[in-house]
């Protein structure tokens, strides 16, 4: 260390600085990656098109159930 001249010094003591800045803003955005991954639904595609496919039979069920409680009640109506 004796035969560091005092610009040298300086010089490692900003690189150092610099340095730390990098590591808080990395540590800063590993923070932030986990916020959002913590605010992405589920990856699990599969699950999600399960999920999606039995609201669509549900869906279907309900429509030609009231398709057909509909048809029943309007047949006489119109003399069908």
Do not use: F, N, Y
């Not at 808080?24 to 999600?48: A, C, F, T, Y």
């Not at 999606?52 to 006489?76: M, N, Q």
Request: glycine content about 8%; hydrophobic content about 45%; proline content about 5%.
């Amino acid at each position: 260390m004796d035969d560091m001249t005092p610009e040298l010094l300086e010089r490692l003591v900003r690189m150092e600085t610099k340095l730390d800045h990098i590591l808080m803003r990395i540590d800063g955005h590993e923070v932030r990656i986990s916020k959002l991954e913590d605010r992405v639904p589920d990856p699990d595609h599969e699950s999600r098109i399960r999920k999606l496919e039995k609201a669509v039979w549900i869906a279907s069920g309900i429509a030609a159930a009231a398709g057909g409680t509909l048809g029943s009640l309007i047949a006489p109506v119109l003399g069908a």
